[in-house]
């Protein structure tokens, strides 16, 4: 079982759309969630982190977590073609050294 | 543009040659990383230097040689790599606490440097 796991779609939503990506992971114990973004070229982008259950918003983006059933979230509110890119959920396991695992991503495409 | 910059951004490299990729960072953070990303796979962490010491390697080839000066400054020397070598390298950094050797949490990326091995 991966540590992480997405989607790897694409995803395809219309412009203005909601866009909603999905996240599992298997250590139970893990306590911090990110989002990143990458274009394609690109290197990765902190665009969200959260921590407690529930949503945490940040403009267009909100970040929604649900430990008891391990997943954890990203909408995108009024989707834009510059949205498209590829997200990368990424938890921090914890034990050992805490390290930031990374999901393979799922990619977005938003059409106009 | 983030406060992480690497160079070489493009590497073409024969197997036989010899190479080091540099990242510094800007951020005053004292954890840095190497990442290895090939398509369809996630992100591989590579090296992790925390107060400048080597906390963790994932059983690297030895063909790949991290080395890291000061806090600032990453270094990952090549030596005979293979053509499977070929990826985007990518260098982060964090702040780490080392009291409660809590790091690697908000971690900055740099643009990457394209290898490509022939």
Partial sequence: QKEVEQNSGPLSVPEGAIASLNCTYSDRGSQSFFWYRQYSGKSPELIMFIYSNGDKEDGRFTAQLNKASQYVSLLIRDSQPSDSATYLCAVIRSWGFQKLVFGTGTRLLVSP | ?118
């Fill in chain 2, 1 to 118: 543009e983030t406060g992480v910059t690497q160079t070489p951004r493009h590497l073409v490299m024969g197997m036989t040659n010899k190479k080091s990729l540099k990242c510094e960072q800007h951020l005053g953070h004292n954890a840095m990383y190497w990442y290895k990303q090939s398509a369809k796979k996630p992100l591989e962490l590579m090296f992790v230097y925390n107060f400048k010491e080597q906390t963790e390697n994932n059983s690297v080839p030895s063909r790949f040689s991290p080395e890291c000066p000061n806090s600032s400054h990453l270094f990952l020397h090549l030596h005979t790599l293979q053509p499977e070598d070929s990826a985007l390298y990518l260098c982060a950094s964090s702040q780490s606490d080392r009291a409660t050797n809590m790091g690697q949490e908000t971690q900055y990326f740099g643009p990457g440097t394209r290898l490509l091995v022939l």
